[in-house]
């Protein structure tokens, strides 16, 4: 198993289309006329290049029932949403820009109206689709009487699939090739911590026997994630420890907390290269946490200079703010409305906006350090300097949190200053940072 070529240079954009389109909270009903709004996300592909991404990280697209990952029909869009053709006309142009397309499997749960679920529901313990979820029947089961059912993590609208029952990796497995063979380029495999590997491996397994360029990464919050990844047959997931670190150390000035996920994050290297992100759909905006700070762009800074497979959310490339709720409709905040086209953009954002520009342009020059390594050369609260490298090149990186300047030691090989604010001496080994500074530094041209 090898992850395919092209995910050494991809920048995911991640996008969720329901809140990105403006699309209503839940499904019309039956009858109701399908909204043709991908066109929407369509016209934004020029400004996801301009970026400087290469990737168009989808959320949900398929119909649901409210929020996309309650999910009811595996091979339609979401009617909301558009058709299939309009799904084609966003892959094809998606891919006329050189961007990649990943898909956001549900492949843990479903809505209590996909079909499977109904017919079981229906049919009772003899349907053909019983087995594929964890119903408990009541003695003496008569049609209509509603049985317990296992859901995911007690939202009980969230019906869980039986991934010991082998009609069911069939079917994901079927839906996954279905998509692949309409153009997407690989899957995010939504709550994959919550399946067992067993059943990612061998869908992965029949997947790859007629995709083998797709990519699969698995959404994974904690835990032993390489044996997660080996055991499941996948190339990634997400890196959950590193964004807790990056924002955490940042906001509470303690870059301790990052130099420890920095020395798990080579661990994991040595098996997998992690997906690596400092916002998503389901956590509070990175500018909530940390633009009042004036250490935003740190956060960038790390996300595009360290190893991994950087992705940036929708919006935080415009200092969009958001707070994540624990409550119905907690994740409106994060999930918003974007304008017709980016003409429409405040011109607030943009100051930022050109940083993630800047930045990923470095990150694509040396595209070398998404496999790479870090190591710290000097630590303390608020200043760091790491290097990033592997066996024939070098990055390092220094950073200040104070409210003053400061003089730091870097390595004698960082010699000329990339991006950033700082001052090398004349004859190297030391580097003046103003107050919240940051430089990225190379080895001398």
Same mark, same amino acid.
């Given at each position: 198993?090898? !992850?395919?070529?092209?995910?050494?240079?991809? #920048?995911?954009?991640?996008?969720?289309?329901?809140?990105?389109?403006?699309a209503?909270?839940a499904?019309?009903? !039956?009858d109701a006329p399908?909204?043709?709004?991908?066109?929407?996300l $369509?016209?934004?592909?020029d400004?996801?290049?301009?970026?400087?991404?290469?990737?168009?990280?989808?959320?949900?697209?398929?119909?649901s029932?409210t929020?996309?990952?309650?999910?009811? &029909?595996?091979?339609?869009?979401?009617?909301?949403?558009?058709d299939?053709?309009?799904?084609d006309?966003?892959?094809?142009?998606?891919?006329?820009r050189?961007?990649?397309v990943?898909?956001d499997?549900v492949? +843990?749960h479903?809505?209590?109206?996909?079909?499977?679920?109904?017919?079981?529901?229906?049919?009772?313990?003899?349907?053909?689709?019983?087995?594929?979820?964890?119903? $408990?029947?009541?003695e003496?089961w008569?049609?209509g009487?509603?049985?317990?059912y296992?859901?995911?993590?007690?939202?009980?609208?969230l019906?869980?699939?039986?991934?010991?029952?082998?009609?069911?990796?069939?079917?994901v497995?079927d839906?996954?090739?279905?998509?692949?063979g309409?153009?997407?380029?690989?899957?995010?495999? &939504?709550?994959?911590?919550?399946?067992?590997?067993p059943?990612?491996?061998?869908v992965?397994?029949?997947?790859?026997?007629?995709?083998?360029?797709?990519?699969?990464v698995?959404?994974?919050?904690?835990?032993?994630?390489?044996?997660?990844?080996?055991?499941?047959? *996948?190339?990634a997931v997400?890196?959950?420890e590193?964004w807790?670190?990056?924002?955490?150390s940042?906001?509470?000035?303690?870059?301790?907390?990052?130099?420890a996920?920095?020395?798990?994050? +080579?661990?994991?290297?040595?098996?997998?290269?992690?997906?690596t992100?400092?916002?998503?759909h389901d956590?509070?905006?990175i500018?909530?946490?940390?633009?009042?700070?004036?250490?935003?762009a740190?956060?960038?800074?790390?996300?595009?200079?360290?190893?991994?497979t950087?992705?940036?959310?929708y919006?935080?490339?415009?200092g969009y703010?958001?707070?994540?709720?624990?409550?119905?409709?907690g994740?409106?905040?994060?999930?918003?409305?974007?304008p017709?086209?980016?003409?429409?953009?405040?011109?607030?954002?943009?100051p930022?906006?050109h940083?993630?520009?800047? *930045?990923?342009?470095l990150?694509?020059?040396?595209?070398?350090?998404?496999?790479?390594r870090?190591?710290?050369?000097?630590?303390?609260?608020?200043?760091l300097?790491?290097?990033?490298?592997?066996?024939?090149?070098?990055?390092f990186?220094?950073?200040?949190?104070?409210?003053t300047?400061?003089? #730091?030691?870097?390595?004698?090989?960082?010699? &000329?200053?990339?991006?950033?604010?700082?001052?090398?001496?004349?004859?190297?080994?030391?580097?003046?940072?103003?107050?919240?500074?940051?430089?990225v530094?190379g080895?001398?041209s």
């Amino acid at each position: 198993m090898t !992850t395919p070529d092209w995910v050494d240079h991809v #920048v995911w954009w991640q996008v969720y289309p329901l809140g990105f389109t403006g699309a209503e909270q839940a499904a019309p009903e !039956t009858d109701a006329p399908v909204r043709h709004r991908l066109p929407h996300l $369509t016209a934004w592909l020029d400004y996801l290049v301009e970026m400087g991404a290469s990737g168009l990280a989808l959320g949900p697209v398929f119909a649901s029932e409210t929020h996309g990952y309650d999910t009811t &029909d595996y091979y339609h869009i979401d009617p909301r949403l558009g058709d299939d053709a309009d799904f084609d006309e966003l892959v094809r142009e998606a891919h006329a820009r050189g961007i990649r397309v990943l898909l956001d499997g549900v492949f +843990n749960h479903t809505g209590r109206s996909f079909a499977p679920f109904r017919q079981a529901l229906e049919q009772g313990p003899e349907a053909s689709t019983a087995d594929w979820f964890g119903i $408990t029947w009541p003695e003496g089961w008569t049609p209509g009487t509603e049985p317990d059912y296992a859901d995911f993590e007690g939202h009980h609208h969230l019906v869980a699939l039986n991934h010991a029952e082998p009609a069911v990796a069939d079917f994901v497995a079927d839906v996954m090739k279905h998509w692949l063979g309409r153009g997407a380029d690989g899957w995010r495999l &939504d709550a994959a911590y919550a399946v067992p590997s067993p059943f990612w491996a061998a869908v992965l397994d029949n997947v790859r026997s007629e995709f083998p360029d797709a990519y699969f990464v698995g959404e994974y919050i904690h835990g032993d994630y390489p044996a997660d990844v080996l055991a499941g047959h *996948l190339d990634a997931v997400t890196q959950y420890e590193l964004w807790k670190a990056v924002w955490s150390s940042l906001a509470e000035a303690n870059f301790y907390e990052l130099a420890a996920a920095l020395e798990r994050h +080579n661990t994991f290297l040595d098996t997998f290269v992690p997906l690596t992100f400092i916002g998503n759909h389901d956590v509070t905006r990175i500018a909530s946490r940390l633009d009042p700070s004036g250490r935003l762009a740190h956060a960038l800074v790390l996300l595009f200079t360290l190893p991994g497979t950087p992705v940036v959310y929708y919006g935080d490339e415009q200092g969009y703010r958001g707070i994540k709720e624990d409550r119905a409709g907690g994740d409106d905040d994060i999930r918003p409305s974007f304008p017709a086209s980016p003409d429409e953009l405040s011109a607030i954002g943009q100051p930022l906006y050109h940083l993630h520009q800047e *930045l990923i342009g470095l990150r694509r020059r040396h595209h070398w350090v998404h496999a790479a390594r870090a190591r710290v050369h000097s630590l303390s609260n608020e200043q760091l300097v790491y290097e990033v490298y592997d066996a024939g090149h070098s990055l390092f990186v220094a950073m200040n949190l104070a409210d003053t300047s400061v003089t #730091v030691q870097v390595p004698a090989a960082a010699r &000329d200053v990339l991006a950033g604010a700082g001052g090398l001496d004349g004859t190297g080994g030391r580097l003046a940072l103003p107050a919240s500074g940051w430089a990225v530094l190379g080895p001398a041209s």
